[in-house]
């Protein structure tokens, strides 16, 4: 006999909380990085009418904006609560980052992650110190990037803005590896995709396996942070979840 439905025990979920900029569009990229078990609670900082530039990402980096907006995502008891937001969270520098870190975990988080905080954490797990990057941004906001990397003694071995001021939601799989092909990986441990507004999913593992280093994006390594503090996995494989060997140093 078929038992009851209200007899079925309903399975235990693991939560995330995600406070994203008012422009992210990549929802369901962030979803399909996690397992069937983990459900995202996302919320989004207000709106501002501003360009892509150092100005936004500085109003981004706020953290008291970012504690207000992991409040609101604290009801469902999220495991951990992740900033979805590689500029705001990499403007301000290695301090600029960690006062989001304290201002999220003030707030009430059980556990917090940047985006940017995420790379630096990839880039140490997997023993990544010459970084390539790609980033959709002007200039003066790849700039903080990779000032934001040196401090960490990560060294940029090449990197390339694309110069967009809004819309980067709308770039193209074909746009991101025509980027990738733009870029002299020479000397590289790794590529970083930076801004969790760039579509990468389905790029990781055929540029893996293409460049035969690990190629790390805005969206992966901010989750893969969140649900390392969660106690989760992946779900998608990547270096992250199995590690390419990186070249050492001579």
């Keep these: 006999m078929v038992g009851s439905p209200f007899e079925i025990v309903l399975p235990a979920q693991t939560g995330v909380g995600v406070v994203a900029p008012f422009d992210f569009a990549l929802d369901r990229e962030l979803w399909r990085w996690v397992p069937d078990r983990v459900c995202l609670h996302t919320t989004r900082l207000p709106y501002l009418p501003e360009p892509v530039t150092v100005q936004l990402a500085e109003a981004l980096s706020d953290p ?44 009430g988080a059980p556990a917090a992650v940047t985006t940017s905080g995420a790379l630096i954490r990839a880039c140490t797990r997997l023993g990544v110190r010459r970084l390539a990057v790609i980033t959709p941004y002007v200039d003066d906001v790849t700039g903080r990037l990779l000032d934001f990397l040196a401090e960490y003694g990560i060294t940029t071995t090449a990197s390339l803005g694309l110069g967009l001021l809004g819309d980067i939601w709308k770039m193209s799989y074909s746009a991101v590896l025509g980027a990738v092909s733009g870029l002299d990986l020479t000397g590289a441990d790794a590529l970083f995709v930076s801004c969790t507004n760039v579509p990468t999913y389905d790029v990781v593992t055929p540029l893996e396996q293409r460049l035969g280093i690990p190629v790390l994006t805005a969206n992966q390594v901010t989750m893969w942070a969140a649900l390392e503090d969660a106690g989760e996995r992946l779900a998608a494989s990547s270096a992250l979840t199995a590690p390419l060997r990186v070249p050492e140093v001579a």
Aim: hydrophobic share 45%; glycine share 14%.
């Design 64 to 107: 008291h904006g970012v504690r207000r907006a992991t409040r609101d995502v604290l009801v469902p008891e999220p495991l951990v609560v992740a900033y979805a937001c590689t500029s705001g969270s990499f403007v301000g520098g290695a301090e600029g980052e960690a006062a989001l870190v304290r201002g999220m975990l003030d707030a």
